[in-house]
């Protein structure tokens, strides 16, 4: 008899590969270095804008760049500022931030649903079919390729500088990348996987659920992490041009800019960015909670 006739000597052997082949979880070294990339990035670009303050500007333009601990102060440390109190002509605060952050949210969010509902519908059927992907793939191009400016007065026609307009800008801006990753996960698809299915008589809605959808999830993720942070580029980006309902991000920092109150100018380009960041490590751990488990570079 054999090693390999024995069953004991099987499973231990079983148990020595499949102990072999599973990663070891992360350590509290590999978090450290995990984060302190971030941190070392994040402390350099805070002591370069000291630097640029102090020494690059001279000083009748110093007040445009305002030093890091007067914007923390004045925009995000201070709850409300009046309109009129303290010199302010605009008012301020983490107040007015916070209101201006949740109508963005509302305009990124809405855009975002919109474009992954139609990117999807699109990256779909030119799956289906080389002369539809051929059909649509210019359009979308050149949906892509033209500055938003472009568009701004044709939506304003049609439908008003308003709420809708800024939806619109936020699905023009975020779709693309939404398409562009689906219909190549969809189309990448290992031609064995699809012979198999043809053997067994699976039909084209069958293969695109059960096959071609699950195989381009982690291209999908991909897609909607940039188009996550895109979709908060448009929401402030339409701000600027359509000015009718609730301010957002854009709008306040157009007013602070026109009002010369840097300091509450520069805490809503922070706040921007901080919603970017948060929309995109948001994704990305959705990502990582449906295919993490069996995709390697998303485990990794």
Request: proline share 5%; hydrophobic share 50%.
């Amino acid at each position: 008899m054999t090693a390999l006739d024995d069953p004991a000597h099987s499973a231990e052997a079983v148990a020595k590969a499949s102990t072999a082949e599973t990663p070891a979880p992360p350590s509290k070294s590999d978090d450290a270095k995990r984060f302190a990339g971030p941190a070392i990035v994040f402390t350099l670009f805070i002591a370069f804008w000291y630097v640029t303050h102090h020494f690059l500007m001279s000083v009748p333009k110093k007040p445009l760049v305002p030093v890091p601990h007067r914007v923390v102060q004045e925009s995000i440390l201070t709850w409300n500022i009046e309109r009129g109190s303290a010199g302010s002509r605009t008012g301020g605060g983490l107040l007015k931030l916070l209101e201006g952050l949740w109508s963005s949210v509302q305009v990124a969010a809405l855009g975002l649903g919109i474009a992954i509902a139609l990117g999807f519908f699109l990256a779909t059927l030119m799956s289906q079919a080389n002369w539809v992907q051929n059909s649509l793939w210019p359009f979308l191009i050149a949906l892509q390729a033209m500055p938003i400016l472009a568009f701004v007065p044709l939506i304003g026609t049609v439908i008003g500088f308003n709420f809708k307009a800024r939806v619109m800008v936020c699905v023009i801006i975020a779709i693309f990348p939404i398409v562009a990753n689906t219909l190549f996960g969809l189309l990448s698809v290992d031609k064995g996987y699809h012979e198999l299915m043809s053997l067994n008589g699976a039909s084209r809605w069958t293969r695109l659920i059960k096959l071609q959808y699950p195989a381009a999830m982690p291209s999908i993720f991909t897609g909607l992490q940039i188009s996550a942070g895109l979709s908060v580029v448009g929401a402030v980006v339409g701000d600027f041009f359509f000015r009718q309902g609730e301010p957002g991000l854009g709008r306040l920092i157009n007013l602070y800019q026109n009002s010369t109150e840097y300091e509450q100018m520069y805490g809503a380009v922070v706040m921007s960015a901080v919603l970017g960041i948060v929309v995109f490590v948001l994704f990305g751990w959705l990502g990582n909670r449906v295919v993490g488990n069996w995709h390697e570079k998303r485990s990794n």
